[in-house]
């Protein structure tokens, strides 16, 4: 099963960490979706960001440094959240959403 975790602090989403495999229709959304996230903050913000992930798969985990978190960050996370959230209604025994609020 696939586990993504949102991390959280004050009430904005910054950061996430996937990992895990499941069905291959699951895996390459969620692949699709992530790396996508992360290509878009690269591309359309300032932000930066801490990043580790394994490159056979399975794991990815993007943390923004806080003092340039920005509205487009926010909505780019918030866009990657409502897309897993998608996932899991349609593939519940495939992903699990969790959240985690940091200092």
Do not use: W
């Amino acid at each position: 099963m696939i586990q993504a975790i949102f991390f959280k602090k004050d009430k904005n989403i910054i950061g996430f960490q996937i990992k895990n495999h499941g069905r291959d229709i699951v895996c390459s959304a969620v692949s699709i979706l992530s790396l996508n996230t992360v290509n878009s903050i690269e591309a359309f913000t300032e932000a930066k960001y801490n990043i580790d992930y394994d490159t056979n798969g399975g794991y990815l985990k993007c943390i923004i440094n806080e003092d340039s978190l920005c509205n487009k960050t926010i909505l780019l996370l918030s866009s990657l959240e409502l897309g897993l959230k998608g996932i899991e209604m349609e593939y519940p025994k495939d992903i699990s959403l969790k959240y985690k609020e940091v200092q």
